[in-house]
Structures are given as structure tokens and as C-alpha cells.
Nanobody, 120 residues
Framework: QVQLVESGGGLVQPGGSLRLSCAAS????????MGWYRQAPGKERELVAS???????NYADSVKGRFTISRDNAKNTVYLQMNSLKPEDTAVYYC??????????????WGQGTLLTVSS
């Protein structure tokens, strides 16, 4: 009954920028932590960035200084601003959220993924 929908992926040249969005919908009382993960072919899924309900953030070392995670609680949406993109950023990016509903205190929900390709 809760869904996450990502948008904003696509093809970008090295050094370029892109902004990913993820909107949660359904019977939601509140959202705790939200985050972005990514998975490249032959690699395990890794945490890119996370943000708590209070706004505390955490980033993977590989993206520090280049990516910024933010959220709009009124819209149940999390964003990932990606700057200075590198070919190694190419991956499927997944949105994740810990959601509270009427019946579940902590429901972990995943989006379907959006593909980012960084190439000339």
C-alpha cells in the first residue's frame, strides 16, 4: 500500500549534473530515514546517501563533496543532487524509506530503480 517512485535518471556526460527525485505515496503516517542506494553490474548494492527525519545526513566516501541528499517532508519526497559526475557513478539508483503506517511502525520500502549512465 506504500510505493516509492524514482525519477530523474538518464544519460549525462562526465562532469555534468543530475537530480534524482523519489516520492512516497500511500497510507503514510510518517517517514523516518530515507536514502539512496546504487548497484552497478558485478557489484553489490551500496548505500550512497541517507538522511534522517531530523535532517542528519551520511554519505559514501566516493560521493562526498559531490552529492547532496535532501528531503521535503510535506511532499514525502527525497532528492539526490549529483554534481561532477564520473563514469564510475554509472549504476541503477534505488530509493529507500522507513515508513510508518496505521498498522506497521517500521515498513522498509524500495523503489523500482532508475538508471544513471555517465558517458561521453
Amino acid at each position: 500500500q506504500v510505493q516509492l517512485v524514482e525519477s530523474g535518471g538518464g544519460l549525462v556526460q562526465p562532469g555534468g549534473s543530475l537530480r534524482l527525485s523519489c516520492a512516497a505515496s500511500g497510507s503514510i503516517l510518517s517517514i523516518n530515514a530515507m536514502g539512496w542506494y546504487r548497484q552497478a553490474p558485478g557489484k553489490e548494492r551500496e548505500l550512497v546517501a541517507s538522511i534522517s527525519s531530523g535532517g542528519s545526513t551520511n554519505y559514501a566516501d566516493s560521493v562526498k563533496g559531490r552529492f547532496t541528499i535532501s528531503r521535503d517532508n510535506a511532499k514525502n519526497t527525497v532528492y539526490l543532487q549529483m554534481n561532477s559526475l564520473k563514469p564510475e557513478d554509472t549504476a541503477v539508483y534505488y530509493c529507500n524509506a522507513d515508513v510508518r503506517t496505521w498498522t506497521v511502525r517500521y515498513l522498509e520500502v524500495w523503489g523500482q530503480g532508475t538508471l544513471l549512465t555517465v558517458s561521453s
